[in-house]
């Protein structure tokens, strides 16, 4: 096992990654830009390293600032969390360059589903179902015409080098065709330097489902059941929960199955989630993400594993610390996340926190960098906690939500915590019948 692991994020998952470590017996490395010099992560970890000024790229996302921090405290492994260089492939091979072990799959792994085409066709090829759609690239508008004909109306073309919901058009009807493949190419030429796109049908009610997988490396892997994570405001999640409110265990069973055995396939390695849109009974692949999640937290819960304790268990060349028989789905998780944005038009509030409250007590745990009098700087993600809630089944989580957020006590700065007390009194919350598009709808007619 390692003796010290270098974390290359901040905020809560930073900490998150730090109380692994220590649970571990492992030392951990914070690293940090001269805005988080008084962060909750250096005040947690056992050593830390300022690594650059506070733009993302000269700090967070600088190679040799990270490499050298390693270099400087001998750690031996590096957690990247989400986002920052999590699915960056030229990192995972610089830091292999420099003998440190990455924790996360491999560069190649990353690199075949970072590209939105080539995942389809490796998912397609692994025996997971895709939305049908376009074999590759669609160059001419001509070819776009004859394709969207063939898959039917409406449909949605995507950038293949797309992310964060941009360089995506619908076209409902043949007359919309030209216009939206036209301003996807532009959108996507302008936002990520590469004009290509791709057609699929467009679903109209979908949920998001998402399947937690854990490779092994070594051509084993298990799933973890899904996640809806339907409760999206632009294309970000905003709630999410395990087990999904309309996925029967027979589904479960089989999505799971299916997508484990796809990645014992590749040989793996770590934690992966795939995610689907699922309408009427049926799973339609939309791409994979090659690292922890926001919202593991909640199948967590539900199966009482620790996600990061694996991560780092299987980098370090161990088998994982169950088989898929151990797991047992065990009641009900919610996440909601909680960021410093005004309401109602989530414009990010920074600033200094004058009094938190964390709330307690039974099937609450709160994973958040904040503290009294810590000040929220300008420059990252205004994501400042995650509460997490378990029930024995889905009204109990409920109601140990709304009983936790009314504990919650953040000063000083505008928070999302509202909006959910709102979103606890809708009956289609409650029941639990939404789909991707609800929440917009809802923020349209409410706030
Ligand atoms: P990005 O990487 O930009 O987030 P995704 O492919 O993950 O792009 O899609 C983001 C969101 O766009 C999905 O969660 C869904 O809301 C919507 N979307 C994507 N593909 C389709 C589709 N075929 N039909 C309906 N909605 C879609």
């Given at each position: 096992?390692?003796?010290?692991?270098?974390?290359?994020?901040?905020?809560?998952?930073?900490?998150?990654?730090?109380?692994?470590c220590?649970?571990?017996?492992?030392?951990?490395v914070?690293?940090?830009?001269?805005?988080?010099?008084?962060a909750?992560?250096?005040?947690?970890?056992?050593?830390?390293?300022?690594?650059?000024?506070?733009?993302?790229?000269?700090?967070?996302?600088?190679?040799p600032?990270?490499?050298?921090?390693?270099?400087?405290?001998?750690?031996?492994a590096?957690?990247?969390?989400?986002?920052?260089l999590?699915?960056?492939?030229?990192?995972?091979?610089?830091?292999e360059?420099?003998?440190?072990?990455f924790?996360?799959?491999?560069?190649?792994?990353?690199?075949i589903?970072?590209?939105?085409?080539?995942?389809?066709?490796t998912?397609?090829?692994?025996?997971?179902p895709?939305v049908?759609?376009?074999?590759?690239?669609?160059?001419?508008?001509?070819?776009?015409?004859?394709?969207?004909?063939?898959?039917?109306?409406?449909?949605i073309i995507k950038?293949?080098?797309?992310?964060?919901?941009?360089?995506?058009?619908?076209a409902?009807?043949?007359?919309?065709?030209?216009?939206?493949?036209?301003?996807?190419?532009?959108e996507?030429?302008?936002?990520?330097?590469?004009?290509?796109?791709?057609?699929?049908?467009?679903?109209?009610?979908?949920?998001?489902?998402?399947?937690?997988?854990?490779?092994?490396?070594?051509?084993?892997?298990?799933?973890l059941?899904?996640?809806?994570?339907s409760?999206?405001?632009?294309?970000q999640?905003?709630?999410?929960e395990?087990?999904?409110?309309?996925?029967?265990?027979?589904?479960r069973?089989?999505?799971?199955?299916?997508?484990?055995?796809?990645?014992?396939?590749?040989?793996?390695a770590?934690?992966?989630?795939?995610?689907?849109?699922?309408?009427?009974?049926?799973?339609?692949?939309?791409e994979?993400?090659?690292?922890?999640?926001?919202?593991?937290?909640?199948?967590?819960?539900?199966?009482?594993?620790?996600?990061v304790?694996?991560?780092?268990?299987v980098?370090?060349?161990?088998?994982?610390?169950?088989?898929?028989?151990?797991?047992?789905?065990?009641g009900?998780?919610i996440?909601?996340?909680?960021?410093?944005?005004?309401l109602?038009?989530?414009?990010?509030?920074?600033?200094?926190?004058t009094?938190?409250?964390?709330?307690?007590g039974l099937?609450?745990?709160?994973d958040?960098?904040?503290?009294?009098?810590y000040?929220?700087?300008?420059?990252?993600?205004?994501?400042?906690?995650?509460?997490?809630?378990?029930?024995?089944?889905?009204?109990?989580?409920?109601?140990?939500?709304?009983?936790?957020?009314?504990?919650?006590?953040v000063d000083?700065?505008?928070?999302?915590?509202?909006?959910?007390?709102?979103?606890?009194?809708?009956?289609?919350?409650?029941e639990?019948?939404?789909?991707?598009?609800?929440?917009?709808?809802?923020?349209?007619?409410n706030?």
């Amino acid at each position: 096992m390692f003796d010290k692991i270098l974390i290359a994020n901040r905020g809560e998952i930073a900490l998150r990654v730090v109380r692994a470590c220590r649970e571990m017996g492992i030392r951990s490395v914070a690293v940090h830009s001269t805005a988080d010099a008084d962060a909750m992560h250096v005040r947690m970890a056992d050593e830390a390293v300022c690594i650059g000024p506070p733009p993302s790229s000269q700090s967070y996302l600088s190679f040799p600032a990270i490499l050298s921090a390693c270099e400087i405290t001998g750690a031996q492994a590096i957690h990247p969390g989400y986002g920052f260089l999590s699915e960056n492939a030229a990192f995972v091979q610089a830091v292999e360059d420099h003998g440190i072990v990455f924790i996360g799959p491999r560069a190649e792994h990353i690199r075949i589903m970072g590209d939105k085409i080539t995942a389809k066709e490796t998912a397609r090829t692994l025996g997971i179902p895709v939305v049908p759609g376009s074999d590759g690239g669609v160059p001419t508008l001509a070819e776009a015409r004859r394709i969207a004909g063939e898959i039917g109306y409406p449909v949605i073309i995507k950038a293949t080098a797309g992310g964060g919901g941009r360089g995506m058009k619908v076209a409902h009807s043949p007359d919309e065709i030209e216009t939206a493949f036209g301003t996807a190419r532009s959108e996507a030429k302008a936002a990520f330097g590469n004009d290509e796109v791709y057609i699929e049908k467009y679903l109209q009610k979908p949920r998001h489902i998402e399947i937690q997988v854990f490779g092994d490396g070594k051509g084993g892997a298990v799933h973890l059941g899904e996640r809806d994570c339907s409760l999206q405001r632009r294309h970000q999640k905003v709630l999410e929960e395990a087990p999904g409110p309309v996925i029967r265990p027979e589904e479960r069973e089989r999505i799971g199955r299916i997508c484990a055995e796809a990645v014992a396939k590749i040989n793996y390695a770590g934690a992966g989630t795939i995610e689907f849109l699922y309408e009427d009974g049926a799973f339609y692949f939309i791409e994979m993400n090659t690292r922890l999640q926001v919202e593991h937290p909640v199948t967590e819960a539900v199966f009482g594993v620790d996600l990061v304790r694996e991560q780092i268990r299987v980098a370090a060349g161990l088998p994982l610390s169950f088989r898929q028989e151990d797991l047992r789905l065990n009641g009900h998780a919610i996440e909601v996340r909680i960021n410093a944005e005004k309401l109602p038009g989530f414009s990010p509030s920074p600033g200094r926190i004058t009094q938190y409250h964390a709330p307690g007590g039974l099937g609450v745990r709160m994973d958040s960098a904040l503290y009294d009098g810590y000040r929220i700087p300008p420059y990252y993600d205004s994501l400042i906690a995650k509460l997490i809630v378990h029930g024995r089944d889905r009204d109990e989580a409920l109601a140990r939500l709304g009983r936790a957020l009314s504990e919650l006590i953040v000063d000083g700065v505008d928070t999302t915590v509202p909006l959910f007390h709102a979103l606890l009194r809708e009956p289609a919350i409650r029941e639990g019948r939404y789909d991707i598009h609800w929440l917009e709808r809802w923020l349209r007619e409410n706030m």
